[in-house]
């Protein structure tokens, strides 16, 4: 056969014509297989080539029916990320159930929940999830519930460093302020929209904006162009009734309590731009971080701790706006060694928590009055003065 076309190329080349006319089924199978090259090799350049959000979806089309999972504590980046996934799922016929482990506790959540009508399940344990297949969002590996390690992810969308992946389908993008963002940018491609093919439902844009506003605590921290964008593209949509109900939830009695307490039992270290204030019994950890969000405000002051006890254990909440003082390793510093202590954080918040018996040496009923030079308040202080 290679015999019978060597020759000068034109030559070659007339052979081939003549031999494939004399013979038709020659014809059909080489047209045959240059469709099933081209459609091989449109696939493979769209697989690699496309633009993320084509990528992602038709990852989710593969499915009939996908978990779009959030992290323990569910905030407005991730919950509005996720409906936006179900949306996107829904674009392609794949049924999609939002679902979470831990809680959603403070009041900004509870009210983005309440007043965009969400719907999401919370687990307990892998058995809880209702599906198979889950796509992480707003974080990049599966975690706080029985059986998270034994989860495979299918998809990962998220803006936090890490090495979570997923099988079919991995955008992680640690530059960005906020996972809203990369959705937005996926509707937006996607021709989600007043002027697109596809809708854009008023209350994911109102969530997705919320999200990025609140990520970026308001368009300052940690915010770049993508959010801008994003923030531009979901505006028109958006209701501005809608972000303001979320963003002034009322507050309820115990959490004004907490917060009146905070305020009228701060202390600081000698005129200094750090505040301590301890509350007493509390009904719930929550309300300590809304009084640690309200002393934060104070003008002059860049960090504060809020302590206070519940079931039996002595809870702390700090804020930190000042580049000198990192909050989680504050609050590490200050626990550390306390038995039974558990603390954690990053630079701007952190928490940590004590059992009572073992707080007990450090004279929790004396820590709103005087701390002690060993009590946790004076040792709060000596952590945010980088003196510990
Ligand atoms: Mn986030």
Redesign the pocket.
Known sequence: MYGQVSGNPAAVGDRLVEMVLQRPVLLIAAVAAAAVVLAAGVYLLRRFTAPASEQFVAALEELEEVVVLMHPTP?P??MA?AMAVATLAESVDTDATIQYPGKIRRSENRAFEAVLECEFDRIVTDIDLAADEVVLV?HNEPRGFTGADGVDPYAVI???PGDGEGRAFTDVRPDH????SILAEYLADRGHGDTGDRPLPSRLATGLLY?IQS?TTSFTRGCTSPEFDAASYLFPAASADDLDRIANPEIDDETLDVKSRAIRRRRDDGGGPFLVSHVGSIGARESLSAAADELIRLEGITAVVVTGETDGELHASGRSQDDRVHMGKTLEVAFDGLPDASFGGHSRMGGGRVSLPDAGRTEPPQLAADGGPTGLHARLFAAMNGEL
């Open positions: 905030d980046d991730a990320s707003d998220d803006h936090h302020g906020s996972c809203s999200g990520d």
